[in-house]
């Protein structure tokens, strides 16, 4: 009887991969790889606390509310020095964007390289004390000023992000990441502390059966985010309704979006008249993982990756998912205006 569990001696680790990648880019410095690396240790690390929160008196309040107005977690606080230490202390950035600083965070000097990291470093976090996953979302560019870094290096449409990807802390550890070229899956190994690739090129299906958005403010909904739910439950053709699924945290949202197909809607509201998702640390990092596996992005007028930023903490609408499904739910947007 063959042992199931042999050791695979030629392992792709993640950071094997990037090394790969990196090598075949022209003019590549190991710059990039060196970043991703940064940002890896940084996972891991909240990773563990994620999973030690209720030991080591990590749940609850930290008793503030960040920029973005959301009540500021304890885990947050870590896991926000944790990224931020990890990334200044790779000599490959020269500024940051986060969710939890409302200023834009200048690397020191002597500590600068060539690239922009926009993160938000615990998305969901309001799902931390009833143990729902959670996960941190990244978007790196490369700089755009030759002095002193400025906002106008993170103010950056998503189509110039040069990799992207979103860490889920679920039933295991798993990083979505892209360079550019398809979307691949790590899991996080822990006997050995490193992620494996256990999926690459990664594709969304055409279309889903499962629609994934809070509906408790279906009150103050467009009338064709209205129409458009009514019609995924009660199929005028006699189909099968789709099925409703929402965490309300957008990694673990938006992962089984991919995994299983379907559309994931954060739409503006009467409450949230511009939206209440991010679009530099939350929006465009994954609009380009969901584009990368062949999936579409929108914010019901305009395509996620070709939106100017005007402000770091900017919300803007976010219908993501299946190419059949968000195409059918601009169809009933077009039919509104």
């Not at 309040?61 to 500021?72: E, K, Q, W, Y």
């Not at 503006?268 to 990092?285: I, M, Q, S, T, V």
Request: hydrophobic share 40%; with cysteine; proline share 4%.
């Amino acid at each position: 009887m063959s042992d199931q569990s042999a050791f695979d001696t030629d392992v792709w680790t993640l950071t094997r991969f990037v090394i790969e990648t990196g090598r075949q880019a022209k003019g590549a410095t190991g710059e990039l790889t060196q970043l991703i690396n940064a940002i890896l240790t940084a996972i891991k690390a909240i990773s563990s606390a994620v999973r030690k929160a209720g030991l080591a008196h990590l749940q609850g309040l930290a008793g503030s509310i960040n920029v973005t107005g959301d009540d500021v977690k304890k885990l947050d606080v870590l896991s926000n020095d944790l990224v931020i230490n990890m990334l200044q202390a790779s000599y490959s950035t020269c500024c940051m964007v986060s969710e939890e600083n409302k200023e834009l965070i200048l690397t020191p000097k002597d500590k600068r390289g060539k690239y922009v990291v926009c993160f938000d470093p615990l998305d969901g976090s309001s799902n931390i004390d009833c143990l729902a996953s959670i996960g941190t979302i990244f978007a790196i560019y490369k700089r755009v000023s030759e002095a002193e870094p400025t906002e106008k290096d993170a103010l950056q449409p998503g189509n110039n992000i040069v990799c992207a990807g979103y860490a889920l802390y679920g039933s295991a550890t798993l990083v979505a990441l892209s360079t550019g070229a398809g979307l691949n899956f790590f899991m996080l190994d822990p006997a050995i502390g490193e992620f494996i690739l256990t999926e690459r090129n990664v594709k969304i299906k055409p279309k889903g059966k499962i629609y994934s958005l809070n509906e408790g403010y279906a009150k103050y909904f467009h009338p064709s985010i209205n129409e458009y739910l009514k019609h995924k439950k009660y199929p005028e053709d006699g189909s099968a309704p789709y099925g409703a699924r929402y965490v309300g945290s957008m990694v673990s949202d938006v992962h089984r979006t991919i995994t299983y197909g379907g559309i994931f809607l954060y739409p503006a509201n009467e409450k949230n008249p511009k939206g209440k998702l991010r679009l530099l640390y939350e929006c465009n990092p994954i609009a380009f993982l969901i584009e990368q596996a062949g999936g579409l992005a929108t914010t019901g007028t305009q395509r996620i990756l070709d939106v100017q930023p005007d402000a770091l903490h900017q919300r803007v609408p976010f219908i993501v998912g299946s190419p059949d499904d968000v195409n059918e739910f601009l169809n009933f947007v077009k039919k509104h205006q």
